[in-house]
Structure formats: structure tokens, C-alpha cells
């Protein structure tokens, strides 16, 4: 459930609420900033679940771009930036104020100001009810 989930790891998981959509015949996650194409981890969620759900996401799974060319619409400015250990640790704000932790390379060079791409991997995704906090996921 969320509650565990959180105390996996250095930080707590980025968690984000949004809805699952579809579109065409794919299901998306939809959030203020985001709208994530889930693919094949659409079907693995369980058949009776709400449409709300909290987003889930380890900061060593958010990908960085830090020149801001991938493919993803998603952008973030970079608000923090420290080293921790062999790893270099981020806080980057979403266009809503949504604040997101992120573990990247120290070699990427990034400086708090900067507009980072920001994209989130399906298959690192993990979703949970929103009152009961249970995944979501089979």
C-alpha cells in the first residue's frame, strides 16, 4: 500500500493524484501537468477501481532531460539541486506547483532556474486507490 511504499527508499515516492482516461483505445493517467500513456500497465491495474488514483513515483525513476529536447511535453524548473552521496538530487516544480524529487548523474549538469524535460516510464509507475491507499496494480 502507499503508507509501506513510502518508506522504501532515500525519500518518500512522488506521489501524484490525477484520473485514469482513455483514449482511442489506450488508457491514460491524467494529471494537472501530465497526461501519461500507460500502454501494456493499463492492463495489469485491477478491473474494479475508480477513476482517481494516486500516481506514484520513485525520484530515481524520474527521467531528467536536462537539456530540455526529449520528446516529453512535460517541463519542470529545477528549484534545488544537491549532492547526496555518488548521486545528485533534484526538486523540480511542475507548471501547477507540483513539486517532484528526482535522482540523476552528477555529471548532468543542472542548476536551480533551469527548465528541465521531465518523463515518467510506465512500466516504473505504480497506482493506488485513493481512500484505501492499496495498489492498484495485479
Same mark, same amino acid.
Given at each position: 500500500?502507499? $503508507? %509501506? ?6 525519500r518518500?515516492?512522488? *506521489?501524484l493524484l490525477g484520473?485514469?482516461t +482513455?483514449?482511442?483505445s &489506450? ?6 501537468d =501530465?497526461?501519461i500513456d500507460l500502454?501494456e500497465v493499463?492492463g495489469q491495474l /485491477?478491473?474494479?477501481h475508480?477513476p482517481?488514483? #494516486?500516481?506514484g513515483?520513485?525520484m530515481e525513476? %524520474?527521467k531528467?532531460d536536462p537539456?530540455? #529536447?526529449s520528446?516529453?511535453?512535460? /517541463?519542470?524548473? !529545477?528549484?534545488?539541486v544537491e549532492? @547526496?552521496g555518488?548521486?545528485? !538530487? ?5 507548471a501547477s506547483? #507540483? @513539486?517532484?524529487?528526482?535522482r *540523476?548523474d552528477?555529471?548532468?549538469? =543542472? ?6 524535460g =521531465?518523463?515518467f516510464p ?5 497506482f $493506488?486507490d485513493?481512500? +484505501?491507499e492499496t &495498489?492498484l496494480?495485479d
Amino acid at each position: 500500500n502507499l $503508507f %509501506v511504499a513510502n518508506f522504501v527508499g532515500d525519500r518518500e515516492m512522488n *506521489t501524484l493524484l490525477g484520473t485514469f482516461t +482513455s483514449e482511442g483505445s &489506450s488508457l491514460h493517467f491524467q494529471h494537472t501537468d =501530465i497526461s501519461i500513456d500507460l500502454g501494456e500497465v493499463g492492463g495489469q491495474l /485491477k478491473q474494479s477501481h475508480s477513476p482517481e488514483a #494516486t500516481c506514484g513515483i520513485r525520484m530515481e525513476d %524520474v527521467k531528467i532531460d536536462p537539456n530540455n #529536447t526529449s520528446d516529453s511535453d512535460t /517541463k519542470a524548473i !529545477v528549484r534545488q539541486v544537491e549532492l @547526496s552521496g555518488p548521486d545528485q !538530487v533534484i526538486r523540480a516544480d511542475l507548471a501547477s506547483g #507540483t @513539486s517532484l524529487w528526482c535522482r *540523476t548523474d552528477p555529471r548532468q549538469l =543542472i542548476e536551480a532556474g533551469q527548465t528541465v524535460g =521531465i518523463g515518467f516510464p510506465a512500466e516504473r509507475l505504480h497506482f $493506488f486507490d485513493v481512500k +484505501s491507499e492499496t &495498489s492498484l496494480l495485479d
